[in-house]
């Protein structure tokens, strides 16, 4: 997509859209990891350090970690990892340089990813249900 053109012509329209395209992606993968962020500091006592930190809490949530299950099943973080990596292309190039064939590809992609991002998340979430019920009904147990 490396053209220029003017804001009505067609070519500048299809860059417009798969500009579009690319947010909804980056977007996609950003709420993915506000979940993510919102598990490790509750539950695993905080974020990764580094500067490829934003990988490291992908690995995370497809490992057991300190008592809790894995949050996602490895074939879903790996999955994701092709979302990770581009939304940290599309926050570090100008529009008109993003492959509207990773895009197109990527979007292909998403449905399942979707569904198997819901499915690990409800799994994760009756497991944290179940927690909870074995908690509040320990006898040692004794709410804040």
Request: a negative charge.
């Amino acid at each position: 997509m490396a053209t220029s053109s003017s804001p009505t012509t067609p070519n500048a329209e299809l860059e417009l859209f798969y500009e579009s395209l690319a947010l909804k992606l980056h977007n996609f993968y950003t709420g993915c990891e506000r979940i993510f962020r919102l598990i490790a500091m509750e539950m695993n006592g905080g974020l990764p350090a580094g500067a490829d930190w934003h990988k490291h809490l992908l690995d995370r949530m497809s490992d057991e970690r300190q008592g809790r299950p894995a949050v996602l099943s490895a074939s879903t973080a790996s999955a994701l990892q092709e979302f990770l990596g581009f939304r940290q292309v599309v926050r570090s190039v100008y529009g008109y340089e993003l492959d509207p064939e990773r895009i197109a590809l990527l979007l292909s992609h998403y449905p399942d990813v979707w569904r198997a991002l819901e499915q690990d998340l409800r799994q994760f979430g009756a497991w944290l249900r179940a927690l909870a019920d074995q908690l509040e009904t320990s006898p040692d147990w004794d709410p804040p």
